[in-house]
């Protein structure tokens, strides 16, 4: 008896939807308290040439957030009424995707942003004496910033550098092999 053919061993047989999923937005606007946030011509242009890239707007959401999020220092509500204009979206599925990567802020950070890996490599390797030695040396416990504004200390989930564990990010650069002391000479030198 002839049996057929699984469809994920024969991919001729998977069916593609082409169907595109269209959500429109509220039929009555939020009420964020704030009105949506402006941003320069050039701002404007830079925005323009992410959209033209994708087919459907939406898929512009992640660049999109990150120039807002450059631009305000963090996704605060104007920004999240522009981005929802913009993209013709729902102000929750900006929420959706703002709250879900930890490299978008809903919160005001400081100006150095210390995320510290606590995966298992980074965690076997004395993740956890690096966050220690971090919170007694700046006085915050993760998920605080200190009151100068200067540093954010957050854990984060695998950043893909097991090899060279323990390590942390500082806004977008790589400390890694780390040791306290060596901790002490990269936040000592920080400007
Ligand atoms: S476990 Fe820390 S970078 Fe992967």
């Not at 979206?89 to 809903?106: K, P």
């Not at 965690?123 to 200190?146: D, F, M, N, S, Y």
């Not at 092999?177 to 400007?191: F, G």
Request: hydrophobic fraction near 35%.
């Amino acid at each position: 008896m002839a049996t057929e053919c699984h469809p994920y061993k024969d991919p001729s047989k998977i069916k593609v939807s082409t169907q595109i999923v269209n959500i429109q937005p509220l039929s009555q606007p939020v009420d964020l308290g704030v009105g949506p946030a402006t941003f320069s011509p050039e701002v404007e242009a830079e925005i323009d040439r992410h959209l033209a890239k994708y087919p459907v707007m939406r898929s512009a959401i992640l660049p999109l957030m990150f120039i807002v999020q450059r631009e305000r220092g963090y996704l605060d509500p104007p920004g999240v009424l522009y981005l929802a204009n913009r993209l013709k979206l729902r102000v929750t599925d900006i929420w959706e995707v703002a709250t879900f990567y930890s490299m978008i802020h809903t919160d005001p950070i400081g100006k150095y942003h210390i995320q510290i890996c606590r995966t298992l490599s980074c965690k076997i390797r004395g993740a956890g004496k690096i966050t220690e030695h971090c919170v007694q040396k700046l006085g915050i416990k993760p998920g605080e910033t200190t009151a100068d504004g200067r540093f954010t200390l957050s854990e984060v989930e695998c950043l893909g550098s097991c090899g060279t564990a323990p390590m942390l990010q500082i806004n977008f650069d790589y400390h890694e092999d780390l040791t306290p002391e060596k901790v002490d000479q990269i936040l000592n030198a920080l400007p």
